[in-house]
């Protein structure tokens, strides 16, 4: 049994926490439990050895897994932690798979975490994943409050490099970057005086869960809304 961490006080979480659903399709039993340390936990300039810290009182068995590449950037710093999408494609198997996307150009956001573990389900679905130019820029997070403007910009540019360039939707792996691409597509759209409410950014807990034929509850909260995936699976 793994125990999955994420933060219950923090709606964004819910967007990778939805990997149980995946484990569990692929026989790896989960259970869900809250970060001890609230809401605030993902502060950009919050100490990482005081939540280190208080992971490693808490730990009592070596099977945590970590939800999101952002927290287990920080967390992995104690040996015993897992990273919930590599356990995943350790355990998928071809018949568990009932979507392949090869009708899909795929864009990969690559900044935070280089995203193997997307790259590497993008390549088992079929997908054609699209290569851009501002895949390892940063997203803009990191100084959303201290230049708001050159941080929305940031982000526009990754997002209209991905769609100029043919992309369908594009796939993330760390809680920032879904942050402004999706919640501030809004922003996004107004500064740059483009709409792409057309184009979508999953989790690649998202992602997982419609390749095996779930379709995760978390669509429906996207500030852009994901019609074309939604449809493809029922």
């Avoid at 992309?167 to 005086?193: A, P, R």
């Amino acid at each position: 049994m793994y125990k999955l961490y994420t933060n219950s006080n923090n709606d964004l979480f819910c967007y990778f926490d939805i990997i149980k659903d995946a484990l569990q399709k692929v026989d790896i039993q989960t259970t869900l439990c809250e970060k001890p340390l609230g809401k605030n936990y993902f502060i950009i300039d919050y100490d990482p050895s005081d939540i280190l810290e208080e992971y490693s009182r808490m730990m009592d068995e070596d099977n945590i897994l970590a939800c999101e590449y952002s927290s287990y950037e920080l967390m992995n710093k104690i040996k015993e932690i897992k990273y919930a999408p590599d356990i995943f494609l350790q355990y998928l198997k071809i018949e568990h798979i009932k979507y392949f996307f090869e009708q899909f150009n795929i864009g990969i956001y690559q900044g935070f975490s280089n995203a193997n573990c997307s790259l590497e389900l993008a390549k088992i679905l079929k997908a054609n994943v699209i290569d851009y130019e501002r895949k390892h820029k940063s997203c803009g997070y990191s100084f959303l409050n201290l230049n708001i403007e050159l941080a929305y910009k940031s982000a526009t540019a990754i997002i209209l490099d991905a769609y100029d360039n043919g992309c369908d939707f594009l796939v993330v792996e760390d809680f920032y970057s879904f942050y402004m691409f999706d919640k501030c597509s809004k922003e996004l759209q107004t500064i740059s005086n483009r709409n792409f409410e057309d184009f979508y950014i999953l989790s690649f807990a998202e992602l997982a869960n419609l390749s095996l034929g779930i379709v995760p509850y978390t669509l429906k909260k996207h500030k852009l809304k994901v019609s074309l995936i939604n449809e493809n699976c029922h």
